[in-house]
């Protein structure tokens, strides 16, 4: 599923499964975001999605994970076997090096294939991945090593926020990014959220749910606010 120009949507809702994965496409590079499993394995249905534009899951330079969780970063050691360099926040790195509890496997009842990253992106960092700037932005709470992936396309910024926030139907409502991991904070969680609210955002690509065009940084103001109704509460 095509979302913007050079952007494609190749596991997900519109597959019948639950967690996004994205394609980006440049020049020189074939770029996913997130790539793993959840109900049932998805590689064939991302391998599927990739031949469907154009591409091969061998022809994927990087493979950018926003956090280490089964769903989001399950399928990085096939990746990197075929070719693909991961690119990670350290704690996501680390925590995809050991396959540890917080990738989550235990959601799953799966276990977790350790794989090395190769590339560790900090905190308003930018790289170049053929000629694509991406910056990372640093969002801890919902895990401790979940990172923003910002692309600017058409002068439209892009984020890729894995489970910052699941979106809703018609992008009308969202869920606060799920709870059950072992480094989940919900201090830090409503820390990022205000932090996030200063920045802008055109389009929000969410880890679950529909892409949100054009709302990103209404929805980040409503997944605030929703966090300090909680906190309230």
């Not at 692309?151 to 018609?170: A, K, S, T």
């Amino acid at each position: 599923m095509q979302i913007l120009p050079g952007v494609y949507l190749i596991n997900g809702f519109p597959y019948g499964l639950h967690q996004n994965g994205y394609l980006v496409q440049t020049p020189d590079a074939a770029i996913v975001i997130d790539s793993g499993d959840m109900e049932k394995p998805s590689f064939s249905v991302v391998e599927s999605a990739c031949q469907r534009w154009g591409f091969s899951p061998s022809r994927v330079s990087h493979l950018l994970l926003t956090h280490a969780h089964f769903d989001h970063a399950s399928h990085a050691a096939r990746f990197r076997a075929l070719g693909a360099s991961i690119v990670a926040s350290q704690d996501t790195a680390e925590a995809i090096a050991a396959g540890d509890e917080r990738c989550i496997g235990y959601a799953m009842s799966s276990t977790f294939e350790p794989c090395q990253a190769d590339i560790i992106l900090r905190d308003g960092e930018t790289i170049d991945l053929g000629g694509l700037a991406v910056r990372g932005l640093a969002a801890p709470g919902h895990t401790n090593g979940l990172i923003i992936y910002e692309i600017v396309v058409n002068d439209e910024r892009i984020w890729f926020v894995g489970d910052l926030v699941e979106v809703g139907p018609e992008c009308a409502t969202l869920t606060l990014g799920w709870p059950g991991s072992p480094d989940h904070d919900p201090e830090t969680y409503l820390e990022t959220l205000r932090k996030l609210t200063r920045m802008p955002c055109d389009t929000l690509l969410p880890g679950h749910g529909p892409p949100a065009l054009g709302l990103g940084k209404q929805l980040i103001e409503k997944a605030y606010t929703t966090a300090m109704v909680a906190r309230s509460s």
